[in-house]
C-alpha cells in the first residue's frame, strides 16, 4: 500500500522547462519519502511511501484541467500537486475545488487564484503583484535618484498584468514615475522598435515579464541596441537556462527569485537547502532552479499537514493548513485563511555579475551588493 500522489506537469511545451524541474523535484520528494521510512498516517497506524502519478499537460490549459480531473476521479489520488505556471493553475483549480480535493499549488502565483477564494487550493508561492516590489525597494534605498521606471509585460495569462499592477501601486506609492507601460511585440520588428523607444525616453529602471522566451528576446534586445538604464531586470533571470541563453550579455540583469541556495534557511521539516542541492546533483546531474524546489517543497508541506491531520482526507488536511505554520528549504510557509493565499514566504533578488548570481537583496540574506 503507497500514497498516490499525482501532478499535471508541462513535461512539453511553453512552461517545459519549469515543468520538467518541478517533476525532478518531486521525483526527489518521493524516494526521499521512502528513505526516511514514509509518511505518517494515524488514521491507518501506518507509514506509507509514495507513489508518483505524473501527466503531461503539454502546457496547454485545458490538458491541465482534463489531466487533473482524471488525477482526481480515475487514478484516484491521495494528494494532488498542482501545474507550472499561473494559466495552468488557473485552469486546475476550479477542478480541483469542485471535487473538493486539495491542489498543493507550487507553480500558480497570479493573484487572481487568491481572488477567486477556491477553498481547496493550497499556495507556497509569493504572489505576482510582489515580483519586482523587491527590486524597486532595493533602488529606494541604493539609488533613489532611480524613479523613472519602464514596465514591459507578456500580453497572455493573469501572471504578467499581475506582477505589473502590483509594481506599478509601489512605484506610485513611492514618488516614482511610471513612463512607460506596454506589452512585449509579437515580432522582433516590435522588440527593436520598443528597444529604440526605450532609448528615446531614458528611464531610469527597465523590468520586463512574460514567458521565457519573451524574457529572453527582451534582454537580447536590450543589450543588442545598447539600451542603458541604472537598473534592468526580467522575471526568468533567476533561471540557470536565461544564463545559457544570453551567455556574457546575462551580466547585470536582475530578477526576482522564489528560491535561492543562499537563503540559508533553516528547515523544522525535510532537509536543509544545501543538502537538497547535492541530492538533486547527484539524482539528476544538474542543479535546482527554484521550480524544483517549489515543488520538492509542495511535497513537504502535503505531507505535514497529513501527519497533522493524521488523515488523508482532504477536509481535515486543508483545515491544518490553514493552522500550521513551519518552515521548509523553500523558506516559511503560513497561509492567509480562508483564501489560502501564502503570506509566510518572502522573495530575493539576484543579479547576474560575471558568471556568479548572487542574491542582493533584501540585506539580511544580501551575498553581493547590486551593480547599477
Known amino acids: 500500500m503507497a500514497i498516490k500522489v499525482g501532478a499535471a506537469l508541462s513535461l512539453s511545451g511553453g512552461f517545459a522547462l519549469q515543468g520538467r524541474q518541478a517533476a525532478r523535484g518531486l521525483r526527489l520528494w518521493a524516494e526521499d519519502v521512502e528513505r526516511t521510512g514514509g509518511v505518517a498516517v494515524r488514521d491507518r497506524d501506518v507509514r506509507l511511501p ?48 469542485r471535487y473538493r480535493k486539495v491542489l498543493w499549488n507550487h507553480g500558480g502565483a497570479s493573484d487572481a487564484i487568491a481572488r477567486r477564494n477556491f477553498r481547496f487550493v493550497v499556495g507556497l508561492a509569493s504572489p505576482a503583484s510582489q515580483y519586482f516590489v523587491g527590486i524597486l525597494r532595493m533602488l529606494m534605498h541604493v539609488a533613489p ?73 527582451f534582454a537580447r534586445t536590450l543589450k543588442a541596441q545598447r539600451v542603458r538604464a541604472r537598473a534592468m531586470g526580467v522575471v526568468a533571470a533567476p533561471l540557470r537556462e536565461f544564463s545559457a541563453a544570453l551567455g556574457r550579455d546575462t551580466h547585470g540583469f536582475l530578477g526576482p527569485s522564489q528560491w535561492e541556495l543562499g537563503a540559508r534557511y533553516r528547515p523544522d521539516v525535510g532537509p536543509a537547502p544545501a543538502e537538497f542541492v547535492t541530492r538533486f546533483r547527484d539524482r539528476f546531474g544538474g542543479e535546482p532552479d527554484y521550480p524544483a524546489v517549489q515543488a520538492y517543497a509542495a511535497g513537504l508541506v502535503a505531507q ?28 516559511r510557509f503560513k497561509l492567509a485563511a480562508p483564501a489560502g493565499e501564502q503570506i509566510g514566504h518572502s522573495m530575493v533578488i539576484v543579479q547576474w555579475q560575471d558568471d556568479r548570481k548572487p542574491i542582493v537583496w533584501p540585506p539580511e540574506v544580501a551575498e553581493a551588493q547590486p551593480e547599477l
Open 145 to 217: 535618484s532611480a524613479t523613472r521606471v519602464a514596465f514591459v509585460y507578456g500580453a497572455r495569462g493573469t501572471f504578467p498584468p499581475a506582477v505589473i499592477a502590483g509594481a506599478e501601486r509601489y512605484a506610485r506609492d513611492n514618488g516614482m514615475r511610471v513612463i512607460l507601460k506596454a506589452p512585449y511585440p509579437p515580432a522582433r520588428e516590435g522588440l527593436a522598435a520598443l528597444g529604440a523607444q526605450l532609448t528615446t525616453q531614458s528611464p531610469d529602471v527597465i523590468l520586463g515579464v512574460g514567458r521565457m522566451e519573451e524574457d529572453v528576446q
Open 50 to 97: 509514495v507513489e508518483m502519478v505524473i501527466y503531461d499537460d503539454e502546457s496547454r490549459t485545458g490538458l491541465a484541467a482534463a489531466r487533473v480531473e482524471k488525477l482526481i476521479a480515475e487514478d484516484r489520488v491521495d494528494l494532488l500537486i498542482g501545474p507550472y505556471s499561473s494559466a495552468l493553475t488557473m485552469a486546475a483549480a476550479p477542478v480541483a475545488d
Open 304 to 331: 505535514r499537514c497529513v501527519e497533522a491531520a493524521g488523515t488523508l482526507r482532504d477536509g481535515p488536511v486543508r483545515e491544518e493548513a490553514d493552522k500550521l505554520d513551519f518552515t521548509t528549504l523553500y523558506g
